[in-house]
């Protein structure tokens, strides 16, 4: 009996998934493979993404590797068994890229890389065809805050700074900091004082921090964060140690952060602009299932969001 | 003189982690002055609390021979679920849009519940299943986390009510409110695991679970109280780590409940069962918080910090095993 059931229950469910196989129409499907949607920030592209395929009557699929490699090109194995028309890829490690695009180039279907870039360095015609990349120069980000702080504490008084990075694996976590050293090595004022991954966790950056002030105390005047969750972190530290007067940056302007320049707390983000790369990805995934001609790379700008301009990002 | 040379053997077996623990605090004072400060001796209390609040159930679970893996889960699960409950009224970006303030028990009382809830069904599962703690654990830790990323939509949920920054950055007599409800946790184990018919059978039950049943102990229902007070403790876990942070991201305490069972492993909890203490898991919590504050004070690399935490917890075994095998 339980056996009969069971067989039932299997035929059932296969057949529901051929019906439904053979039921759809003729419209593009798209899957996005997404690296981890703990990162606040990737929810948000995700968004956009998936907003503007709706809008556009595409078929989306999406996935969550939880930042392991392996998980993500089996996720991508199986869009591809599934028959998506096109992939769009927050790859989990950018330096682990080429399985993906292999995976991409054999099934002859697009393959657009958003956000995290596997093709630093690599001159545009040396890229696949099919394959683009959208996103944003990361070490602009790190350059913006480093610019910022210079602006902000000058180029003469004594300056103690740390960096507080996302997980090394990522190519944003490394290029971000690099931004913050190739400027403010030029200054002899500025000195680093610790750098320590926090993997992009909120709870990491707090712990650090308050690590930080016991070991530096005074000396530590700036906390540059290659993402806000942890600058978020970092302000909770500084807070419940009375110390305001810690510059502290972040990346990414997500909406707790966009709350804390308002409130004069947090002194700067830098807007990775997510609807355009999450609406780009889409757009140039569109474009080359359609046959038009896409350039390999598009890169959309960051915006350093201070209290100056902060109202211009708040509805 | 043969006498006393096997007395301090045998002191040093007992509390040998406890001379480790003295002596990385004495090392690490004489190298940096910053890190004896009393400021810094409760930052090192407050940043053990988290997973030493939950080490304690994992004492408990870890002498009954079980293994709890779903713990940070748990947690970020009820931190989620708490928060959600506990914005203030100027939040941007609020959770529940119509609802006023509620009294900071109501979030409390939420998280405790989450907690309790998933751990009873980690040890309904075990008890009545028969499925392994392992296996059914496991489950939860990507059920509850999976539940944890629905109910937010993937987003933290932040500017919670000062009240619930007070649980988490606040004082008592100087002392730090996450430390405190660490130590009334501490005396809550502790009494009931050493005063308790319960207790007793807490140890009768990982001993030897035979003749814990044969001797009349409802071996089942042992099993599904210490998994629910497990999840229990976990609820207040994430209400002191959200109170911390005053907000709650879904992905949080990823890997905790491994730091939780290293600590209780390091402070001398035996995965054979049926051996173990509270003030074991106590010390193994502060060795690990004071070895990751020293090494962050000293700037040794977190690579480096990962390495040396992993023979920590390899060498307190072997000395353990020593000691035990040498007891029979």
Known sequence: ?315 | MQKNKFSFQNIFEKYGIVFVLILMIVLMSIAKPSFRTMNNFLNILTQSSIYGILALGMTLVIISKGIDLSVGSILGLSAVIAASLGQSMTASNKYFPDMGELPIIIPVIAALLVGSLCGAINGGLIAFTGIPAFIATLGMTTIARGFAYIYTDGKPISTLTPAFKFIGQGKILGIPMPAVIYLIMIIITWVLLNNTRFGKRVYAVGGNINAAEVSGVNVKKMLFLIYTYMGLLAGISAVVSTGRMVSAQPGLAAGYELTAIASTTIGGTSHSGGIGTVWGAVVGALVLAVMRNGMTILGIHSYWQQIVEGLVIIIAVILDMRKNARKK
């Open chain 1, 1 to 315: 009996m339980k056996k009969f059931v069971l067989m039932f229950l299997i035929v059932i469910a296969a057949t529901g998934m051929l019906v439904s196989a053979v039921g759809a129409e003729e419209t593009y499907k798209i899957g996005y493979a997404c690296n981890n949607f703990n990162d606040t920030f990737q929810t948000v592209i995700e968004g956009y993404a998936k907003a503007y395929a709706m809008e556009n009557g595409v078929e989306y699929v999406y996935s969550d590797a939880g930042e392991d490699i392996l998980k993500q090109q089996d996720q991508i194995k199986a869009f591809i068994a599934e028959g998506v028309d096109a992939l769009i890829v927050v790859p989990v490690d950018t330096s682990a890229a080429e399985p993906i695009i292999d995976m991409a180039t054999e099934a002859k279907i697009p393959l657009v890389f958003v956000n995290r870039n596997p093709f630093a360095g690599v001159k545009p015609e040396d890229i696949p065809e099919g394959v683009y990349y959208v996103g944003s120069e990361s070490i602009d980000a790190g350059i913006f805050q480093a610019e910022y702080l210079v602006k902000l504490l000058g180029t003469e008084k004594p300056v103690g700074y740390a960096i507080l990075v996302g997980m090394l694996s990522n190519e944003a976590a490394v290029a971000r900091t690099e931004g913050n050293k190739q400027v403010l090595s030029k200054y002899p004022n500025y000195k680093l004082l610790a750098e320590k991954n926090g993997d992009w966790q909120r709870d990491q950056g707090l712990t650090i921090t308050e690590n930080w002030l016991t070991a530096f105390g005074d000396e530590l005047n700036a906390i540059l964060s290659n993402n806000d969750e942890m600058a978020l972190g970092a302000l909770e530290a500084l807070e419940a140690n009375g110390r305001d007067d810690v510059i502290v940056m972040g990346v990414d302007l997500i909406d707790d952060a966009k709350t804390a320049i308002l409130e004069g707390r947090l002194d700067a983000s830098v807007l990775q602009d997510g609807k355009g790369q999450g609406e780009g990805a889409m757009k140039i995934a569109l474009a080359a299932l359609k046959g038009e001609k896409v350039d390999p790379i598009t890169m959309i700008p960051y915006v350093l969001v201070t209290p100056e301009n902060i109202k211009d990002y708040v509805e």
